[in-house]
């Protein structure tokens, strides 16, 4: 019974499951982690942004050699598309790395039990894999890392043929004439993005009157531009109440947000990305006596406690933005908690990355945040247009604005949309994770030509005074 008995079992084995699980070994902990997917890394690695990732990136590299090189002196002749070569790419990345994280837990001396692990008590998991054959397993701590899933659309099912979540749209096996996506959030335009590159004709659903809602109005209004620039067209303030699947695609009714006559909309292939939702079927939370809110996510404490002695939560199966690093962090700072030492999370600086391009990335507030919340602040915005380095790289749309308090200076926000946003939103992260000023991401050296340059003088415009606009 020793061998089944541990201090740590987390149940998930995605981003925050196998995370906590390496630092909680690290830590001294004998520790399990739970995952009946029969591989590692949860959604994000599998069915997620790594699968993903590798799609954009080949579909811009396509893009950019079909219509981007020519004005750098680059001529290629005639460009093809070989799409399960593309599938395959993406499919070796996401086999990679999996195995890459089974070896992470046995260096680290992690037990992975290949299973569905269900709480049985105080203190007991039960695991049982994909055979029928189960095993019951003692823990000091159980942890709840088990992620989410896909948003069901009601008269809209999911058959991943013709109607597809993001798992579907990953591995389509011809690129659509038309794809229609319902949802502007961050996951519908970069699967979006994928197959309006390769050639499909693209339009984007949304009840509500803009895309991505939670980003910086401005960033909103500048992103939906761009996207309708390279081609996306967009249909908003609309609902979709209802598909019909046929032969030769999909026939999708649609009606005003606020009421109005009904139309039809003609899809080949039609993308449902309207949100996700917490993962938690099977797991014996309501005969556990495991708190719930109105969402379905399990309610914890600032230390990451459930209501039940002895058992935790983390990751998209609690409240906060469902986003891989959020939840890694949760499991780290929860691992040191359990061994006894002070773990935290500081959510005011979770970066938000939409993929696309160009990229968008946003830390902190937004202006309407700061508005509504009455805080006086300072804005500094500037363009790419005149970063010479995102001239010399023909990547010259987006901007870059960082929000500062009036009366200290202390960075408060930053969102940009821009080449590689992604990456220089960091710089901005790290700064606010010391509490600091826009004046002193200013004074900081930024080589020369770089795109983080337009960093520094978003700082500077801050105080009214950049150099080079």
Same mark, same amino acid.
């Given at each position: ?15 925050? %499951?196998?995370?906590? $699980? ?5 830590? %001294? ?8 997917? =029969?591989?590692?890394?949860? !959604? ?29 002196? #680059? ?25 890459? #994280? ?7 001396? +992690? ?5 569905? %692990? ?25 942890? #709840? ?39 502007? =959030?961050?996951? =519908? ?10 050639? $499909?004709?693209?339009? +984007? ?35 979709? !109440? ?7 695609? +999909?026939a999708l009714t649609l009606e005003p947000a606020k009421g109005g006559d009904a139309q039809e909309l003609e899809a080949d292939v039609v993308l449902v990305a309207i949100g996700r939702r917490p993962y938690t079927e099977g797991l014996?939370?309501?005969? $556990? ?41 949760? %499991? ?9 030492? $002070? ?60 929000l500062a308090d009036a009366k200290t200076d202390r960075i408060l926000g930053a969102h940009i949309i821009g080449p590689d946003a992604g990456t220089l939103i960091h710089e901005v992260v790290v700064a606010m994770e010391f509490s ?27 105080? =009214? ?5």
């Open positions: 019974m020793a061998e089944n008995s541990f201090d740590v079992v987390v149940i998930g084995g995605g981003p925050g %499951g196998y995370v906590c $699980a390496i630092r909680a070994a690290q830590l %001294g902990l004998k520790t399990a982690c739970v995952e009946k997917r =029969g591989s590692l890394g949860g !959604t994000c690695l599998n069915i997620g942004c790594i699968p993903s990732k590798a799609l954009l990136q080949a579909s811009e590299k396509y893009e950019e050699a079909c219509h981007g090189m020519a004005a750098m002196g #680059i001529k290629t002749g005639k460009v093809e598309l070989d799409l399960a070569a593309m599938l395959g790419h993406k499919n070796k990345v996401v086999g990679d790395l999996t195995k890459g #994280i089974e070896f992470l837990l046995k260096k680290n001396k +992690v037990a992975y039990l290949k299973g569905a %692990g269900r709480i049985a008590g105080k203190g007991a998991v039960k695991v049982e894999d994909a055979d029928g054959k189960s095993q019951d397993i003692a823990a000091k701590s159980i942890i #709840i890392a088990t992620g989410s899933d896909h948003m069901a659309l009601p008269g809209v099912e999911i058959d991943e043929k013709r109607i597809v979540s993001s798992t579907g749209a990953l591995s389509l096996d011809k690129v659509p004439g038309h794809l229609v996506v319902i949802g502007g =959030g961050y996951i =519908g335009l970069e699967m979006g993005s994928v197959w309006l590159r390769l050639g $499909a004709k693209v339009t +984007v659903v949304e009840f509500l009157d803009r895309i991505v809602p939670g980003m910086d109005g401005e960033v909103g209004k500048a992103f939906q531009r761009t996207l309708k620039k390279q081609g996306m067209t967009f249909m908003l303030s609309t609902k979709v !109440t209802g598909a019909k699947t046929g032969k030769s695609g +999909v014996g939370l309501k005969e $556990a006596g495991i708190e719930t809110d109105k969402a379905g996510r399990v309610v914890i404490d600032d230390h990451f406690r459930t209501n039940i002695e002895g058992v935790y939560a983390i990751g998209d199966v609690v409240a906060g933005p469902m986003l891989a690093h959020k939840a890694e962090e949760e %499991g780290v700072a929860l691992a040191e908690i359990l061994a006894g030492q $002070a773990g935290h999370v500081n959510y005011e600086t979770v970066p938000g990355i939409v993929y696309t391009w160009p990229e968008v990335a946003a830390v902190g507030k937004t202006e309407e945040q700061l508005k509504e919340a009455g805080v006086e602040y300072k804005a500094g915005k500037f363009p790419f247009t005149a970063n010479s380095r995102a001239r010399a790289n023909l990547a010259t749309d987006g901007f870059v604005k960082i600091g000023s826009a004046e002193d991401l200013a004074r900081c050296f930024h080589g020369h030509p770089t795109l983080n340059e337009a960093v520094k003088e978003a700082a500077l415009a801050v105080e =009214g005074r950049p150099i080079h606009t």
